[in-house]
């Protein structure tokens, strides 16, 4: 890869934790995020990582566990102070952050109003959803009037795996973060898919992570809903359709594993670098840009792609 791209990756999965957002958790009772306590950081953490590994921008976004946490009011408050952090951000750093709105879902009209601030007033650079708010996965049809602004407007959605409210099921000692989350992800993209959903927004472009969770692996069993009645009325253009247009970022993905079934679904020029960080450490990013970089399945152009143009593309004004 020509030098000068090896130092202008862009990141489309980076995560901020400001103070004020950990301590509002913290006073609420929560304290972490799929299983694991909310990491140390600031914004120099972040410049130093991606200044170390060739990352000429960012785009950053509040994570799981979100901003929600039962009353709305507050949820609000939250949304809003986090997005004029983050549009502070991109300012106090020009050419190194884009940035992400959280939004107060299930709060349908706070997350309309937030929507309308962040991307008219803030001017960030889409949303970010969880794969579920209170007790629905994205794709309910309380959600509608939201998916419909957002087809409206073109917007990047970035779905991010988030543990739904507890529900009786067998113990194990595994963390939710380190599986759960993928399968989340699959989840509210099917419900998505078989709402209709996907359907009748076609201008809404959707940002998954983790190599879009299992969803490359179980696409043929997903392709079953074609023929299952009261599913397949909501996907005329057939399952593959709507998933190949999507886009798919590289955290904690970037294994020959998941990188050739993810080839098989879509091209190279829906997949995009991603590091996850803080949630994933500095060892992740490094793993992951070795892994993409010695990986037999892309072309020089191929990385290029990957590593800057696709989200030069899909974030315009990030750079």
């Not at 020509?2 to 913290?26: G, S």
């Not at 996907?198 to 992570?209: A, G, K, Q, T, V």
């Not at 023929?227 to 970022?249: C, H, S, T």
Request: aromatic residues 10%; contains cysteine.
């Amino acid at each position: 890869m020509k030098n000068d791209l090896r130092e202008r990756k862009i990141d489309v999965h980076h995560h901020i934790l400001p103070h004020f957002y950990v301590d509002a958790l913290e006073e609420m009772g929560v304290e972490e995020a799929g299983g694991r306590a909310f990491p140390p950081w600031t914004p120099q953490d972040s410049i130093s990582l991606m200044d170390k590994y060739g990352i000429k921008a960012a785009v950053t976004s509040i994570s799981a566990p979100g901003i929600y946490f039962g009353d709305p009011k507050k949820a609000r408050v939250l949304a809003r102070r986090c997005n004029e952090y983050s549009a502070n951000l991109k300012r106090d750093y020009p050419g190194r952050f884009g940035a992400l709105a959280v939004l107060p879902l299930p709060d349908v009209e706070g997350s309309l109003r937030e929507v309308e601030f962040s991307l008219d007033s803030l001017r960030l650079d889409g949303v970010i959803l969880l794969t579920s708010a209170g007790e629905r996965y994205l794709g309910d049809s309380d959600f509608d009037e939201l998916f419909a602004e957002l087809d409206r407007r073109d917007a990047v959605v970035f779905i991010h795996p988030h543990m739904p409210p507890k529900v009786k099921r067998p113990r194990h000692v595994l963390p939710g973060s380190l599986l759960e989350f993928v399968f989340e992800t699959t989840l509210a993209v099917s419900n998505l898919l078989f709402s209709g959903t996907l359907e009748r927004c076609p201008h809404i472009r959707f940002l998954l992570p983790h190599a879009g969770g299992t969803l490359p692996y179980v696409t043929l069993r997903l392709c079953l809903g074609q023929f299952w009645p009261g599913l397949q009325e909501n996907i005329p253009q057939g399952v593959i359709a709507y998933l190949k247009r999507m886009y798919y970022d590289t955290a904690l993905s970037s294994s020959p594993f998941a990188l050739r079934s993810l080839q098989e679904l879509v091209e190279d020029t829906q997949i995009l670098f991603a590091t996850d960080y803080p949630f994933a450490p500095e060892l992740a990013t490094m793993a992951t840009i070795g892994g993409l970089e010695s990986y037999d399945g892309f072309e020089e152009d191929s990385l290029e792609r990957v590593f800057y143009r696709n989200a030069a593309l899909l974030f315009p004004r990030v750079l």
